[in-house]
């Protein structure tokens, strides 16, 4: 489908089918599923029946012919792996179109070459159906598949045909080519935008999965040449979703207008390059997509003529001009009328600054335009024209909406009457621009048009040719429009260039003077224009050209006064290049200046702002233009922004763009001691920070010495920042760092789009840290972010923070994110880099949400790392991240902590505390959720849920623990202590299992405690919260715990619940190694309803651990094998019970509430108030099981009571050691379905 969007808005075409079908009928051969669901209604079935489909099998892309020629303008893969051979059953469903679901079905591996005919039996058979095929694979795996709808009985029954093709799964590339036209002029295609869109909706609702912005110049370029009279890009993307997406192409021209936006479908295959487009003839697959100046809206304003007839007496044609100057001696009538050049244009007259009636006719290349004074049905065509100055503006605007040009066409009547149009050059009425103002300034105090002041008819200079001048063109007033009217610069008509060249001198310098530059002339001098006093100079096309020559004055624009106003319109800056501070393109040190259009571009300078310097008094307020190609040797490539202590320079952008623009610092933007910036639109792109030095920073923006940016919509993409050494390119999209000078400040909110920073135009990761934004305080300064709404996605750093990198040593507290998107949409897509993917934190307190959970919540979300920390990481100082609210979702890292990582230093204790919000969906070799090595965790509130450690299927491995925390030290990562602590009404709930709900951690599927280290401890403590409905393939569904020696992990639980857990041993808890130490000494500790699938330790498996019950609960807990409650294990592995209960546990084999095996120990020991096993079931030893080389030691009263076997020892099954020298031991009222109800023997 090819969708083409003028001036913002997307005007569709038909949807063109994207079908391998017979008919148009067909559903999309692409798709992943029928184009209905099925209906639910009864249906009225006509009869039961059968019938005989034949489902052809696509053995190339397009297997009906007939149709590929619709498809034009769609991207496909030049080749995807053959069907023949593969498919060795189909699968046919049929569905009621009008509601009762499923009607028939069939089933063939009869497949003979590429057809196959599959008898299809039918429940009843409906007015109409939807048919879905399926070729299956020797393993089952559905590799083809096809659809048609609105299928009758009869098609049926006359050999309806259905083809199948490839399902895509998995992920693909995209390779192709665009070419269009090489036009001249305004018209010349200079940059291109490609975003690529998941779907049709995210076109308008979401951010890009991938861009790329391409130019004929500037850093990473991307326009070359191609076939003869075209230009060329390349699109590359990598790792893309199947499905079908779309790629929107956005065509800027010289003056920076887009001229056109095409939407085209992309189809991407699992394993394979897009890289052709289909053709406009069914065997044609193109390498390279082609438009012509047809497809993009002309920008054309000629008018074939304009003529003017005189009282039927004089007719005057001035076709191809665009001023004209009539003077008449005495008073005559005239008429007006116009023929345009194309169709498109349209047209609007003024008659002494009036509307001039109505415009007769339609438009149309072949019709002529008609002015009169009235509406009535017989128009006048005759203006009388008095004595005086007369003046009548054309107007034309092109098809696009957008280019607009004026002919003027000024009549003088009678004597004495000056003209206000003024011909220099070479045969003309001045030779020098100096003289024609000189008359101008005489004229203008005696009888000028419209008197002296603001309403004073314009003066035109007209230039004709080359006009060199041996000094400057001064233009003084003593104040605005006292000596001189408004003075418009333009040049003549022709194909010739019209120049005023003022070499090495100045080209305007205008003094308290209204001057505008208005047509095709081109002005060279150094700098080209000054403006003093209370000056206004105004630009509205034309060229203001530097010599590319490095001096003192290479400026295109210069302004010197707090009064000065510059507003450019259109026209371009270019090829200017300073040796000293200032900007090459324009120097603003003071002042106004507006940007509605136009280009300032390859313009240099030694200095700070190759495009654009906006000094202590200055105001630059830029709503549209581009500003591209500069290049600064120290910052701002763009434009640099400053004050000083005493005055504030002020930087707004509403629209536009700033791209491709280079720097040391600051690549695109550099605003620094006491600046301000306000972004509410345009577009920051594609610039580079790029040093020779060690140390790069901000591609897209610099912030730098008690700066401000508030950034409440527009986009910054596609930045990056390089240093010679690959650590300090940093800050890709944003950089911000505070100095001795006072602090920064970046506000996020509203619309604001920070994505794809960090890769240079081919889509290699340059910035080392802080892909997106780089935050950096001082030790006298804060660096201080907001962040309310917008997004930060799909940024990469090489290193560390891909989307946010916070490095706040001195002043904590300073980041606040209660809004907006760190990450992708809900298509994925977010940031990269290999540690703390989405935000890392080297320093300083970052809040997420606000403080009890209200207001609008941030997500960080569909992050990817390559070591750890897919969402959040916080590293190597005193970090700390403060969760009230929010999400951290659908991130991911091949290392540890898919949600979030903590990895800290010996003597440094990082924090996170979480009080809200939600950890769901993530996944990580380690700690799905969240990991901590050497950090305090306190864990009030929220849920942690939904995550998974995926394992490699080995018990023994050290990948696949902690599905939703992993917490502790190894003996590879010896750092420091850490500690753990669950109150409140925390949950770490349904971790362990991916996204189908399939256990893939191995050990810890809900928390996983290790220390490895001995002098390195894990401490844990549970006061409240639950940890329930988790899953791992081995120990721990919802704990496991072990430490190698004292002191070891510990784990302390006083409050709350372990529920609902799964595992194959210790589905509650699992405790390994001698230095791993539970205990449970509250009533409100709880541990219930947890099993294992085969193995020991439904409630709690131990293993050389200790486990000591003093107050809590261990109950309904169910196990495959051994202890239902608890099970204890290895000559190391001891239970304390001082008191608490085990209640209503089951064991498939032995031991319902407790079992005792391969050297384990149970101390009943202590003052016991309540210490009681009851209600536990097993086959054998109902309430406790203990085997040969285990030991029970009884030290207080006790009673094994209410017990059930179904075998034999209801109470006790002892074939081990009970040591009870005081009789202390009551073993009463169990039962036994076999024998021995209350001990055996």
């Not at 001009?321 to 008449?328: G, T």
Request: glycine residues 18%; hydrophobic residues 35%; negative net charge.
């Amino acid at each position: 489908m090819s969708t083409n969007r003028r001036a913002g808005i997307i005007q569709y075409a038909a949807p063109l089918l994207l079908v391998l079908l017979l008919c148009s009928s067909c559903r999309n051969l692409f798709t992943d599923k029928p184009a209905d669901s099925p209906g639910t209604g009864s249906g009225q079935p006509s009869a039961s029946g059968e019938a005989v489909l034949t489902i052809r099998i696509g053995t190339d892309l397009f297997s009906a012919p007939d149709l590929r020629d619709d498809m034009s303008r769609t991207a496909v893969p030049g080749s995807l792996p053959s069907l023949a051979g593969q498919i060795k059953r189909f699968d046919v469903m049929v569905y009621s179109e009008s509601g009762g679901g499923l009607c028939g079905s069939g089933s063939s591996t009869a497949i003979t070459g590429t057809e196959v005919r599959v008898p299809v039996s039918f429940d009843f058979i409906p007015a109409s159906m939807k048919i879905a095929v399926y070729g299956m694979d020797a393993s089952n795996t559905k590799i083809a598949e096809g659809y048609k709808t609105g299928v009758t009985f009869a098609d049926l029954s006359s050999s309806l045909v259905v083809y199948a093709g490839n399902v895509r799964t998995g992920t693909g590339s995209i390779d192709l080519t665009v070419q269009f036209q090489d036009m001249t002029g305004v018209s010349q295609i200079t940059m291109v935008t490609a975003e690529l869109y998941s779907s049709e909706e995210d076109v308008f609702e979401n951010p890009p999965v991938f861009s790329q912005i391409f130019s004929l110049t500037g850093p990473g370029a991307g326009i070359t040449a191609g076939d003869a009279g075209f230009n060329k890009i390349n699109f590359y993307a990598n790792d893309i979703e199947s499905g079908e997406r779309w790629l929107v192409l956005c065509f800027l021209r010289s003056d920076g207008r887009a001229i056109r936006t095409m939407v085209e479908t992309i189809h991407v295959f699992g394993g394979v390059t897009t890289d052709r487009w289909i053709g406009s003839t069914p065997d044609s697959l193109l390498s390279s997509l082609k438009y012509t100046e047809s497809d993009f809206i002309s920008s054309n304003t000629t008018l074939a003529d304009i003529t003017m007839e005189s009282g039927g007496i004089d007719t005057v044609n001035f076709s191809g001009a665009s001023f004209y100057s009539v003077s008449r001696a005495a008073p005559l009538s005239v008429s007006l009328s116009l023929q345009l050049a194309v169709s498109g244009q349209t047209v609007a007259v003024t008659y002494n600054n009036a509307p001039a009636g109505l415009m007769i006719g339609s438009p149309g290349s072949a019709l002529r335009y008609q002015c009169s004074e009235n509406s009535s049905g017989n128009p006048l065509k005759e203006f009388t024209l008095a004595a005086g100055s007369h003046q009548f503006r054309i107007t034309v605007t092109a098809p696009d909406g957008i280019t607009k040009k004026d002919y003027i066409v000024e009549f003088w009547i009678g004597s004495g009457v000056p003209e206000t149009v003024y011909h220099v050059g070479a045969g003309q009425d001045y030779l020098t621009v100096p003289a024609a103002l000189a008359d101008i300034k005489t004229a203008y105090l005696n009888n000028w048009p419209g008197g002296t002041g603001a309403n004073a008819s314009p003066a035109y200079i007209i230039i004709h040719g080359e006009v060199s001048h041996s000094s400057s063109i001064a233009i003084t007033d003593s104040a605005m429009y006292s000596s001189f009217p408004p003075l418009i610069f333009r040049g003549a008509t022709g194909s010739q260039e019209h120049i005023i060249n003022n070499g090495t001198n100045f080209g305007l310098d205008i003094t308290s003077a209204d001057v505008s530059l208005n047509g095709d002339l081109i002005l060279k001098g150094r700098p080209g224009v000054v403006i003093r006093g209370s000056g206004v100079f105004t630009m509205n096309a034309g060229t203001i050209q530097g010599d590319g020559i490095a001096n003192s004055n290479g400026t295109g624009v210069l302004t010197n006064g707090d009064s000065t106003r510059f507003i450019m319109n259109g026209g371009i800056i270019q090829g200017f290049s300073m040796t000293s501070d200032r900007s090459g393109g324009v120097h603003l040190p003071s002042g106004i200046f507006i940007m509605n259009g136009g280009t300032i571009r390859n313009n240099t300078t030694a200095g700070n702002g190759g495009g654009v310097n906006v000094g202590q008094y200055g105001r630059f307020t830029m709503n549209g233009g581009i500003i591209s190609s500069n290049t600064a040797a120290s910052s701002g490539g763009g434009i640099a922004v400053y004050g000083d202590t005493a005055n504030q320079a002020l930087f707004t952008m509403t629209g536009g763009m700033v791209t491709g623009n280079s720097a040391d610092s600051g690549g695109g933007v550099y605003v620094y001691n006491n600046a301000d910036m306000t972004m509410t639109g345009g577009t920051i792109s594609r610039n580079c920070a790029e040093s020779a030095s060690p140390f790069s920073g901000g591609g897209g923006v610099y912030m730098y010495n008690n700066a401000d940016l508030t950034m409440t919509g527009g986009t910054i993409t596609g930045n990056w920042a390089v240093g010679a050494s690959r650590e300090q390119g940093i800050g890709g999209g944003i950089y911000a760092i505070a100095a001795a000078g006072g602090p920064v400040s970046v506000t996020i909110s509203g619309s604001a789009l920070v994505a794809n920073n960090g890769k240079d135009t081919a889509g290699i990761t340059k910035t080392h840290s802080g892909g997106g934004i780089f935050l950096r305080d001082s030790a006298t300064g804060t660096a201080r972010l907001t962040m309310t709404g917008g997004a930060i996605s799909g940024n990469a750093a090489a290193e560390n923070g891909g989307g946010l990198y916070i490095d706040n040593e001195n002043t904590p507290d300073t980041v606040s994110i209660t809004g907006g998107r760190i990450g992708g949409d809900n298509t994925g897509t977010g940031n990269s880099a290999v540690w703390g993917a989405g935000i890392y934190v080297n320093n300083g307190t970052v809040a997420l949400g606000t403080s009890g959970g209200s207001g609008t919540a941030p997500y960080i979300q569909y992050n990817r790392s390559g070591g750890g920390g897919g969402g959040i990481q916080i590293q190597d100082y005193n970090a700390k991240l403060v969760m009230n609210h929010g999400t951290i979702r659908n991130n991911s890292t091949s290392g540890m902590g898919g949600g979030v990582l903590v990895v800290g230093t010996a003597s440094l204790s990082l924090k996170l505390y979480m009080l809200g919000g939600s950890i769901i969906g993530n996944d990580a070799s380690r700690g799905g959720g969240v990991a901590v090595q050497s950090g305090q965790f306190d864990l009030a509130g929220g849920r942690i849920e939904g995550n998974w450690a995926y394992g490699d299927g080995a018990a023994d491995s050290a990948a696949g623990n902690g599905g939703g925390i992993w917490i502790g030290n190894t003996a590879e990562e010896d750092i420091g202590s850490s500690t753990l602590s669950i109150s409140g009404s925390a949950m770490v709930t349904n971790n362990g299992k991916n996204a189908s709900g399939t256990a893939v951690t191995d050990h810890g599927g809900g928390i996983y405690i290790t220390s490895d280290v001995g002098s390195k401890s894990v401490t844990v403590t549970m006061s409240g919260g639950s940890i329930s409905n988790n899953a791992s393939n081995f120990g721990g569904g919802g704990v496991y715990i072990q430490g190698d020696a004292a002191p070891g992990a510990a784990w302390s639980m006083v409050g709350g619940t372990i529920t609902g857990n799964t595992a194959l041993y210790g589905g509650g808890m699992y405790i390994n190694k001698a230095g791993a130490a539970v205990t449970l000494s509250n009533s409100n500790a709880v541990i219930s309803n947890n099993k294992t699938t085969g193995a020991h330790g439904g409630g709690i498996a131990i293993s050389n651990g200790t486990f000591t019950l003093n107050y809590g609960n261990i109950k309904d807990n169910t196990s495959g094998s051994t202890g239902g409650g608890v099970d204890v294990r290895g000559i190391s592995g001891k239970f304390r019970f001082y008191n608490g209960s085990i209640l209503n546990n089951t064991a498939k084999t032995d031991g319902g509430g407790v079992s005792l095996y391969g050297g384990g120990n149970c101390y009943i020991t202590g003052t016991g108030v309540i210490r009681e096993i009851s209600g536990n079931k097993a086959q054998n030893g109902g309430g406790v099981r203990i085997y040969v080389d285990s030991r029970m030691t009884v030290e207080d009263a006790f009673s094994i009571t209410g017990n059930h076997a179904f075998g034999i020892g209801g109470g006790l099954y002892n074939t081990g050691l009970v040591t009870d020298t005081s009789s202390l031991l009551s073993v009463t009222g169990n039962t036994a379905d076999q024998s021995h109800p209350n001990l055996f023997p």
